[in-house]
């Protein structure tokens, strides 16, 4: 266990839809980062939050978008649902946001499917 | 764009054998980090190396960063079917940046 929690687990919707997608990151960490992973493109970064602050965008398209809260919990809202966006969804944490302290501990992953 | 080039792609070898991933890049990466991922789970952090030529050991996992720092291996000794799973590499490339993930190595280790 990562310490790292992600909800729902799975998540199946249709096109044109909106989600919502939750992460609490290991107590004491201040970095959120999410990723997108399918199976022909890999692990693709999507955006990184350090304390409430967005730090780095990656390949995230206009139709995602993401917050990290005072508590620290973060979110990623996906709307306008295409079927291409079927995929896990992987949130990860970190002490901070570089070097040794960029190590990332990854949450259990949220599967959605876009039907 | 800074890339990370993982080979081989997929291998798939019998317990007991020895074998090494490679993960190369054009580009220098302040720190280099291994992940292994198993089906349907997050990626777990095998181990992170900063130090041009650095070794790393992890039981019968050893892990080389390359001297220019563009390049490091995994090496696994005696494996076992414990090890399948995919191998992950990432990069950090300026301090501060985002890591930047190879696609992976998928190990199948058969008894």
């Known amino acids: 266990d990562s310490g790292v929690t992600q909800t729902p687990k799975h998540l199946i919707t249709a096109t044109g839809q909106r989600v919502t997608l939750r992460c609490s990151p290991r107590?004491?960490?201040?970095?959120v980062y999410w990723y997108q992973q399918s199976l022909d493109q890999g692990l693709q970064f999507l955006i990184q939050y350090y304390n409430g602050e967005e730090r780095a965008k990656g390949n995230i398209l206009e139709r995602f978008s993401a917050q990290q809260f005072p508590d620290l919990h973060s979110e990623l809202n996906l709307s306008s649902l295409e079927l291409g966006d079927s995929a896990l969804y992987f949130c990860a944490s970190s002490v901070g946001p570089a070097g040794f302290y960029n190590e990332q501990f990854f949450g259990p992953g949220t599967r959605l499917t876009v039907l | 764009t800074q890339l990370l080039e993982q080979s081989p792609q997929f291998l798939s070898i019998q317990e007991g054998e020895n074998l090494t991933v490679y993960c190369n890049s054009s580009s220098v990466f302040s720190s280099l980090q291994w992940y292994r991922q198993e089906p349907g789970e997050g990626p777990v952090l095998l181990v992170t190396?900063?130090?041009?030529?650095e070794v790393k050991k992890l039981k019968r996992l050893t892990f080389q960063f390359g001297d220019a720092r563009k390049d490091s291996s995994l090496h696994i000794t005696a494996a076992q079917p414990g090890d399948t799973g995919l191998y992950l590499c990432a990069g950090e490339g300026q301090a501060g940046t985002a890591l930047i993930f190879g696609k992976g190595t998928t190990l199948s280790v058969s008894s």
């Open positions: 107590s004491g960490d201040l970095s």
């Open positions: 190396v900063v130090t041009g030529g």
